[in-house]
Structure formats: structure tokens, C-alpha cells
């Protein structure tokens, strides 16, 4: 039987929504301009290296780390997952553990409500706008989590997942990891702690982890050697990991990341063999 983990509890009220649009736009010029002149010169330069946003490796990133949050390379089957994992941020659900302490949960239904009004989980708005920032259940129980459900059938209740994943965590990775001049595997390590940690100001966060990693290695586009920078990374992840109970396992970093890097998989290709909590995984 495989070790039994904690889902990947974050800080509380993650990165608010104005905050994060502006990290988005916080993209170079010099980027912005090349974008421009590609669509408009018929002589474009040529496409820049693969990222994690090439769907393919998009969809690899999506199964390493369902094997970690959900013990499963299956991230589709967790749009329906929900639980109080009793870790102080109420219920923990959907494809990467938005929760209802910590607002992305409740920005998740506010985007679904404005997408599909009268939706099943539109009547639990002022409920989550009161718990936010809190464990507790009120207003939620005792149909929320069938309701959820109900609600992760609908197709629309999907897409507004995939989406709040992708503008609160995905898309500032690989934004983040492309600045940096980080390869595949390098945005992949983003966006995994961004995932575990949020990006808020506390000690912990993702952009405190990565200041940490700064003081000992420079990022390739500062002229630095990617594997040594990686490994700094990491190291900062594991520190952080280690000062919160639940994250005492570090074997996400230490069999699969780790893993990979030691390999010089810098663009993540296939076949691809780690652990999670003791469990192997594989991907042809």
C-alpha cells in the first residue's frame, strides 16, 4: 500500500485577482514586440523553443502532478473531488485543490456563476464570501459537496476549472519560467510549487522560494547554468516544504523532480519513471 499523503494545503486568501493580472502583464517589451511582428511580418522569425504550454507537455505536467495531489495520473476524474482534509482551509476540490479558506475556490464559482448563472453552486456564493479565510463550513453543509458534484458533470463547471488553473497558477509559471530562461522541466518545478504554495507574501511562497534559490544560483538569463539553478530551486522548495507539518514528505521533489533534473531532462520528454510517497509512476 502506498504511503498516504496530505492534498497540498496552501496560504490562506491566495493572490488576489488584480495582483495576479498584474504579474501576467508583467511580460518584457522586448517579448511583446516580438509577438507583434510576428503576426504582421510575413518573414517571422523562428518559433521559440517549447514550453510547458506545448499542450502535449501541458498534458504531462497535469499527470505528475495529479500523482502527487491525488495518488493518480487521472487529473480529468478529480474535476468531481472534494473533502475536508482538515488542514485549517475548509473543503479542498476540483482539479488542483481550490479551497474555500483561501478564495480560489470562491473565485472559481463567482467565474462559473458569471458564465452560467443559476448554476447548482450559485446559491453558496454569500456562504464562501463569509468563510473565505477561514475552516469553517457554515452555509455549506450539508449539500455542498453533492452539489459540487452535480456541478463537475457540467461541462461548463469544467472549463471554468481548466481556466482559474490556468490564470492563477499555470500561466504565472510558464510566464515566470520563460523570464527566468528556463526550460520545460524548469516551468514544470514552477508551477508545482506554485501549486503547493500559493504565491503570497509569507516566507513559504513561490516567489519567496524562488528570492531564496536567487541568493545561491543565477537563473540561465542571468547567465547561470540551468541544472545548478534548478538544484537551488529545490532546494529552496524542500526548506519550505519542511516548515509546515503536512509537507514533511518531500518526495515530490526528492523521486520525480529531482529525478528529472539529474537526468538532464531539461524539456521533459517521454518515457518518464518517479515516485510520489513511495508509488512508482510512468508515463511512455
Given at each position: 500500500m502506498p504511503t498516504p499523503h496530505v492534498r497540498a494545503p496552501r496560504p490562506l486568501r491566495f493572490l488576489p485577482r488584480i495582483a495576479l493580472g498584474v504579474a501576467l502583464l508583467a511580460v518584457p517589451a522586448t517579448a511583446v514586440a516580438a509577438t507583434s511582428d510576428a503576426t504582421e511580418v510575413s518573414s517571422a522569425p523562428a518559433p521559440a523553443a517549447i514550453g510547458l504550454d506545448d499542450p502535449a507537455k501541458k498534458e504531462i505536467a497535469m499527470q505528475i502532478v495529479s500523482s502527487a495531489e491525488n495518488s493518480s495520473l487521472d487529473w480529468k476524474a478529480q474535476?468531481?473531488?472534494?473533502?475536508?482534509?482538515?488542514?485549517?482551509?475548509?473543503?479542498?476540490?476540483?482539479?488542483?485543490?481550490?479551497c474555500s479558506g483561501t478564495g480560489d475556490m470562491l473565485d472559481l464559482v463567482e467565474l462559473y456563476t458569471d458564465r452560467k448563472p443559476g448554476n447548482?453552486?450559485?446559491?453558496?456564493?454569500?456562504?464562501?464570501?463569509?468563510?473565505?479565510?477561514?475552516?469553517?463550513?457554515?452555509?455549506?453543509?450539508?449539500?455542498?459537496?453533492?452539489?459540487?458534484?452535480?456541478?463537475?458533470?457540467?461541462?461548463?463547471?469544467?472549463?471554468?476549472?481548466?481556466?482559474?488553473?490556468d490564470r492563477v497558477y499555470f500561466n504565472p509559471a510558464v510566464n515566470r519560467g520563460k523570464q527566468d530562461g528556463i526550460g520545460v522541466?524548469?516551468?514544470?518545478?514552477?508551477?508545482?510549487?506554485?501549486v503547493m504554495h500559493g504565491d503570497g507574501g509569507d516566507s513559504t511562497s513561490f516567489s519567496s522560494i524562488r528570492k531564496r534559490a536567487l541568493a545561491k544560483a543565477k537563473t540561465p538569463a542571468q547567465g547561470g547554468d540551468e541544472k545548478t539553478y534548478l538544484n537551488a530551486f529545490l532546494d529552496a522548495r524542500v526548506w519550505a516544504m519542511k516548515q509546515e507539518e503536512a509537507h514533511e514528505d518531500t518526495s515530490r521533489?526528492?523521486?520525480?523532480?529531482?529525478?528529472?533534473?539529474?537526468?538532464?531532462?531539461?524539456?521533459?520528454?517521454?518515457p518518464l519513471d518517479w515516485k510520489v510517497y513511495g508509488e512508482s509512476f510512468h508515463i511512455d
Open positions: 474535476y468531481k473531488y472534494i473533502e475536508d482534509i482538515d488542514d485549517g482551509r475548509g473543503y479542498t476540490a476540483g482539479i488542483i485543490g481550490f447548482v453552486l450559485a446559491k453558496y456564493l454569500p456562504a464562501l464570501r463569509e468563510v473565505d479565510g477561514s475552516d469553517s463550513h457554515a452555509g455549506l453543509d450539508p449539500n455542498f459537496t453533492k452539489d459540487w458534484k452535480k456541478a463537475a458533470q457540467d461541462s461548463e463547471f469544467k472549463k471554468a476549472q481548466n481556466d482559474e488553473r522541466l524548469g516551468q514544470f518545478i514552477y508551477y508545482d510549487a506554485i521533489v526528492d523521486t520525480a523532480q529531482r529525478v528529472f533534473v539529474r537526468k538532464n531532462n531539461f524539456n521533459l520528454n517521454t
